[in-house]
């Protein structure tokens, strides 16, 4: 499967804007032969939590989704899209959907674990885990930007039998080591290829990294990008997943039972040995 990948710089809550962005990106990989096509967090309406929290209407969404949807259709190629959401008991989320070529929804997916204050004040996490669907032979889950920088996260989309992760992100501009070391650990760690999208340039003030990466199953980048706008492309290939699984069996392996055990005693089940640690906080952007 030819997977791209947008890197690109929206215009909060500017919807014309940046779903023209994403049509000219899906016309371009589709004319590249592409099957996929992923683009960064809350992109249609720009990452701005506190902003989009207050001033978008949520009336607009269906209409959202129906345009992205048909995009998708219109240029014959499947897309990840990253919307806000509104629940039934009034609570906003973030969200990413994938749809396929003809422009039906195959994947819903809700960011479980929310960063910084803006986020925090803006949206409430979701609780899901990750699902997973098969997409042109290869089986794909989603998650959302901070989410990935959990291992527990990645390991549930694997064990889920995910060979494919598409997540995608608002990382600010800084922080390197997430898509060069954490993102490419998390694909090697859980054998499967991961598809990170993020935002360039500046929106509402927020600095942005760019460096979006496509990561194999054994850690290598299959693509890369710098600070500026692109697409990316990458073929994904599902048979160096399950030779990677085969060399390494990481997921038949695990002692889930003995982990438990272990979280349970550190939580106060029963009492851990006293251990000295200095620990260094850092700071981060308000952007992830």
Known sequence: ML?????????????????????SAARAAAAGGADLLVTPELFPVGYAPLQVRSELDPRLLPSLHNQLAGIAKKHHIGLVYSLPRVTETGEWQISATLVDAEGT?????????????????AFTPAGNRPAVVEFHGISLSMMICYDVEFPESVRAAAMGGAELLL?????????????????????LESQLAIA?????????GNKFLG????????????????EGPTLLLATIDPEAVKRERRTVPYLDERRADLYQVWEADHNGTTTPPTVSATRTNRIRPATH
Not at 7 to 18: G, K, M, R, Y
Not at 107 to 121: I, M, S, T
Not at 211 to 226: E, W
């Open 3 to 23: 997977l791209a990948l947008l890197q690109e710089n929206s215009i909060v809550l500017d919807t014309v804007a940046n779903c023209a962005a994403i049509e």
């Open 105 to 121: 929804t195959l994947l819903d997916y809700g960011k479980v674990h929310l960063f910084g204050p803006a986020e925090r004040n």
């Open 167 to 187: 997540v995608p992100t608002a990382l600010g501009h800084g922080f390197d080591d997430v898509p060069q070391v954490l993102v490419r650990a998390r694909a």
């Open 196 to 204: 990170y999208a993020n935002h360039s340039g500046v929106e509402d």
């Open 211 to 226: 460096g979006s990466v496509i990561a194999g199953p054994d850690g290598k980048l299959l693509a890369s990008a710098s």
